[in-house]
């Protein structure tokens, strides 16, 4: 397993935990926001049991109790101690009295369903034992009692029901039956207590669907994820193959360039040596041809008339000719072939000493050269080039008034910039093109004679030692050449 491999697992795992992280919490909240809801309704109802049962007593209360026939099942009231408890109207019926609380007990036990909450009246002090408080119950009076003047009390004491309990105090109307209650204080309190499990029944139904729905979310997020995995991982491993083949394909261009590069640098290397060796070959037979056409006309020259004295003169001039071609042939053959020799060249007295040789033969030319900066090439190679580039200049503005050459530098990017420049003939830039070709001439022979190899020797140089070299001419209005060699690192 690579890294690509790892940081993809640990996404996934990361991904993973965040889903299920997310879904635990939705399920969370909702379960406490159903169980808050539950206790909610739970106490809801229960303050609806007191405020019933509270509207029967205030009732109750008002009337001083209620008169009914008594019966077997309810002979008379019997904590009742009240002078009018039982009567006989003037037709004869006889009536009994029941007290509030009575009353409302009946109500409270017909209307009491065990699932749907209870509810009855209690007192600290009761007048009727049943109406003790429970433990609950006398807490919240003892509170009440000791000053705390809240209006109910509504708890959920053991988690299994909801208890409210709202407190009723004395008034001038009960003290008929309760004498020992002082006006306005505590008497006692109506408490309703609402079972819990039939809303935690309905809250679990909700909650097991609810957990069924996000268990399915969950189920489903987690396939979603691997999928989404599975094709991340195969889409990584189709990238690898890729990369591989794309490497290998690389691997196998570069190993057909190289072998490509090698036959060709083989071939050329050939193709100079053959061309060396030809024109070596040719040397020696064309002086000879020169040396016996030189003592046939020395010799036989008094006998030979104007006609075949000027054939003579041609076959000397061809062989000479013929002689300089094929030293600047074997000159640019050696410039290509021989390792470069590289030194610190100070290019100023370089160039200085190729012009003083060449000005003795040019003494019409002003020749101007400014600081040259030093360069790092093989010293008899850049002296050819300036030696070429120098007797180009001097030739062709050999037949202005006033012969004028440049010799400048600059440094640019880190190299330095070399030019020549002259103000003679110059040339169409339309031919800037063939201009360092070997063989290639810008003008004809009868005009400015030359072998056409000097500037290809010049470019071959250049080259080599990593530089540029271009020319910038219009015709008639001289030529500068430019070229590049790297700087040496110590020059001041
Ligand atoms: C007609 C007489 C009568 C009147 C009026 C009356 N009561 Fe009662 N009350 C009784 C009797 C008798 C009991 C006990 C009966 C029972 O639980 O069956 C009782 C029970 C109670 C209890 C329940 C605790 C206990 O002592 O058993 C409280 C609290 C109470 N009365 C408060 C009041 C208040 C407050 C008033 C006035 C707003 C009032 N009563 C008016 C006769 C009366």
Same mark, same amino acid.
């Given at each position: 397993?690579?890294?690509?491999?790892?940081?993809?697992?640990?996404?996934?795992?990361?991904?993973?935990?965040?889903?299920?992280?997310?879904?635990?919490?939705?399920?969370?909240?909702?379960?406490?926001?159903?169980?808050?809801?539950?206790?909610?309704?739970?106490?809801?109802?229960?303050?609806?049991?007191?405020?019933?049962?509270?509207?029967?007593?205030?009732?109750?209360?008002?009337?001083?109790?209620?008169?009914?026939?008594?019966?077997?099942?309810?002979?008379?009231?019997?904590?009742?101690?009240?002078?009018?408890?039982?009567?006989?109207?003037?037709?004869?019926?006889? /009536? *009994?009295? +029941? %007290? $509030?609380?009575?009353?409302?007990?009946?109500?409270?036990? !017909?209307?009491? #369903?065990?699932?749907? @909450?209870?509810?009855?009246?209690?007192? /600290? *002090?009761? +007048? %009727? $034992?049943?109406?003790?408080?429970?433990?609950?119950?006398? !807490?919240?009076? #003892?509170?009440?009692? @000791?000053?705390?003047?809240?209006?109910?009390?509504?708890?959920?004491?053991?988690?299994?029901?909801?208890?409210?309990?709202?407190?009723?105090?004395?008034?001038?109307?009960?003290?008929?039956?309760?004498?020992?209650?002082?006006?306005?204080?505590?008497?006692?309190?109506?408490?309703?207590?609402?079972?819990?499990?039939?809303?935690?029944?309905?809250?679990?139904?909700?909650?097991?669907?609810?957990?069924?729905?996000?268990?399915?979310?969950?189920?489903?997020?987690?396939?979603?994820?691997?999928?989404?995995?599975?094709?991340?991982?195969?889409?990584?491993?189709?990238?690898?193959?890729?990369?591989?083949?794309?490497?290998?394909?690389?691997?196998?261009?570069?190993?057909?360039?190289?072998?490509?590069?090698?036959?060709?640098?083989?071939?050329?290397?050939?193709?100079?040596?053959?061309?060396?060796?030809?024109?070596?070959?040719?040397?020696?037979?064309?002086?000879?041809?020169?040396?016996?056409?030189?003592?046939?006309?020395?010799?036989?020259?008094?006998?030979?008339?104007?006609?075949?004295?000027?054939?003579?003169?041609?076959?000397?001039?061809?062989?000479?000719?013929?002689?300089?071609?094929?030293?600047?042939?074997?000159?640019?053959?050696?410039?290509?072939?021989?390792?470069?020799?590289?030194?610190?060249?100070?290019?100023?007295?370089?160039?200085?000493?190729?012009?003083?040789?060449?000005?003795?033969?040019?003494?019409?030319?002003?020749?101007?050269?400014?600081?040259?900066?030093?360069?790092?090439?093989?010293?008899?190679?850049?002296?050819?080039?300036?030696?070429?580039?120098?007797?180009?200049?001097?030739?062709?503005?050999?037949?202005?008034?006033?012969?004028?050459?440049?010799?400048?530098?600059?440094?640019?990017?880190?190299?330095?910039?070399?030019?020549?420049?002259?103000?003679?003939?110059?040339?169409?830039?339309?031919?800037?093109?063939?201009?360092?070709?070997?063989?290639?001439?810008?003008?004809?022979?009868?005009?400015?004679?030359?072998?056409?190899?000097?500037?290809?020797?010049?470019?071959?140089?250049?080259?080599?030692?990593?530089?540029?070299?271009?020319?910038?001419?219009?015709?008639?209005?001289?030529?500068?050449?430019?070229?590049?060699?790297?700087?040496?690192?110590?020059?001041?």
């Amino acid at each position: 397993m690579d890294a690509g491999d790892k940081t993809l697992q640990r996404d996934f795992y990361l991904i993973l935990a965040a889903w299920s992280i997310l879904v635990a919490a939705s399920f969370a909240w909702y379960f406490w926001q159903e169980n808050k809801g539950l206790s909610e309704t739970a106490a809801k109802e229960a303050r609806a049991i007191l405020d019933r049962d509270n509207a029967y007593r205030h009732w109750l209360v008002e009337q001083g109790g209620v008169y009914v026939k008594p019966s077997e099942k309810l002979p008379g009231d019997p904590y009742l101690k009240h002078p009018q408890r039982d009567v006989v109207t003037t037709a004869g019926m006889r /009536l *009994t009295l +029941l %007290n $509030p609380a009575f009353v409302l007990r009946e109500v409270q036990t !017909r209307q009491a #369903d065990p699932m749907r @909450g209870r509810s009855r009246v209690v007192s /600290l *002090t009761p +007048l %009727n $034992p049943q109406n003790a408080a429970d433990a609950w119950e006398r !807490r919240g009076l #003892d509170s009440l009692a @000791g000053g705390n003047d809240r209006f109910e009390i509504v708890d959920s004491p053991a988690g299994a029901q909801m208890r409210a309990m709202r407190p009723f105090f004395a008034s001038p109307p009960c003290l008929a039956c309760h004498p020992d209650f002082a006006d306005g204080q505590l008497a006692g309190a109506i408490t309703a207590s609402v079972p819990l499990a039939p809303y935690q029944e309905l809250n679990n139904t909700e909650l097991r669907a609810a957990a069924l729905g996000h268990g399915t979310i969950w189920v489903a997020g987690l396939a979603g994820i691997g999928l989404a995995h599975r094709r991340r991982r195969q889409h990584a491993g189709q990238q690898r193959a890729w990369a591989l083949s794309l490497e290998s394909m690389n691997v196998e261009l570069e190993r057909r360039v190289a072998a490509r590069t090698e036959e060709l640098t083989r071939a050329l290397r050939e193709l100079e040596a053959f061309s060396y060796s030809v024109s070596h070959d040719l040397r020696a037979p064309l002086r000879a041809l020169n040396g016996y056409a030189h003592l046939l006309r020395e010799s036989q020259g008094d006998k030979l008339d104007a006609e075949q004295r000027g054939m003579f003169e041609r076959i000397a001039r061809n062989a000479e000719k013929m002689g300089e071609l094929i030293d600047d042939i074997l000159e640019y053959s050696r410039t290509g072939r021989e390792p470069l020799k590289r030194a610190a060249v100070d290019l100023d007295v370089l160039a200085r000493d190729v012009v003083r040789e060449q000005a003795e033969h040019h003494p019409a030319a002003r020749i101007d050269i400014a600081p040259l900066p030093p360069v790092v090439g093989d010293p008899i190679m850049l002296r050819q080039v300036f030696a070429n580039l120098v007797a180009n200049a001097l030739k062709f503005s050999a037949r202005r008034a006033q012969p004028v050459v440049e010799i400048g530098a600059s440094v640019d990017n880190g190299m330095a910039h070399c030019f020549i420049r002259d103000n003679g003939a110059g040339f169409d830039m339309a031919h800037a093109g063939k201009l360092f070709q070997l063989f290639q001439r810008v003008h004809h022979e009868r005009e400015f004679p030359g072998t056409g190899v000097g500037l290809a020797i010049v470019k071959r140089i250049i080259e080599r030692h990593g530089g540029r070299v271009w020319a910038e001419a219009a015709p008639d209005a001289g030529a500068t050449f430019h070229f590049t060699l790297p700087l040496s690192a110590n020059r001041s």
